[in-house]
């Protein structure tokens, strides 16, 4: 396991380094820190993707990737649910695993990703960011169209407590997996790397453009233009190793 990752469990001490993983070692890693949290141990890792990799979900239908997409970069599927995420340089990834009784693993899968929501809030508002948490209701309005784009690009949903600037577009992605009690929450932030550039992979590429148009990078907010995942990550390790200590 990369030194970039953390086993918790009473006393939290979070590295601030982000580990550089390939595509495939991505995936295993979020899987291994499962696996411990199922053992009671708390993990927190950050990644950034390398070289850049199309990132499936767990459910996802091979036959959605572009056919030429695989002799363009590696194609892996993760553990939770929802469409593609490109990931790459660009783009902050972020597993959070805990053990049954954690109050970041309520019973409430929705309610499970409010603090975390809140947590990165508090973060990008320091940092000079217009933003908020999606509410309930507004990602239970979602319609038809809309949650079928998502099947298809993750980016292209919404739910709740996930994170939009001030005029609606999308900022950060949440997801979660469950096993024996434990939780795995899974947190994309696109830094420098625009959402919508997953389309030119994908077969429904045309059918979720529309959704992906109402996306952005933290390079789209002018206190933020310059920012790096590594200092990113430099401001949110605090904050959310502070909730696994809870």
Not at 24 to 41: E, F, K, M, P, Q
Not at 115 to 129: E, S, Y
Not at 222 to 236: H, K, R, V
């Amino acid at each position: 396991m990369s030194d970039a990752v953390v086993r918790l469990s009473r006393t939290p001490s979070v590295s601030d380094a982000v580990a550089r993983l390939s595509g495939s070692d991505y995936v295993a890693s979020s899987a291994r820190l499962l696996a411990a949290a199922g053992a009671g141990a708390c993990g927190l890792q950050a990644t950034v993707v390398v070289p850049a990799a199309l990132v499936l979900g767990s459910a996802q239908h091979e036959d959605d990737v572009e056919p030429s997409a695989r002799q363009r970069l590696a194609v892996v599927r993760r553990g939770t649910g929802g469409g593609a995420v490109l990931c790459d340089e660009g783009v902050l990834l972020i597993d959070l695993a805990v053990p049954r009784g954690h109050p970041l693993a309520p019973a409430d899968v929705t309610e499970a990703y409010r603090p975390i929501g809140t947590a990165i809030v508090c973060v990008l508002q320091r940092l000079g960011v217009p933003c908020r948490t999606v509410t309930v209701a507004e990602a239970r309005a979602a319609g038809a169209a809309q949650r079928a784009a998502a099947r298809h690009a993750c980016w292209a949903g919404l739910s709740p407590y996930e994170v939009v600037l001030a005029d609606g577009r999308k900022l950060v992605g949440l997801a979660q997996r469950r096993r024996s009690g434990a939780v795995l929450h899974q947190i994309a932030i696109p830094v420098a790397s625009a959402p919508r550039a997953v389309a030119a992979f994908l077969v429904a590429g045309g059918d979720v453009e529309p959704w992906l148009d109402a996306t952005a990078s933290l390079h789209d907010v002018p206190s933020c233009a310059a920012l790096t995942p590594d200092q990113l990550w430099t401001e949110l390790h605090a904050p959310l190793g502070s909730a696994l200590a809870v």
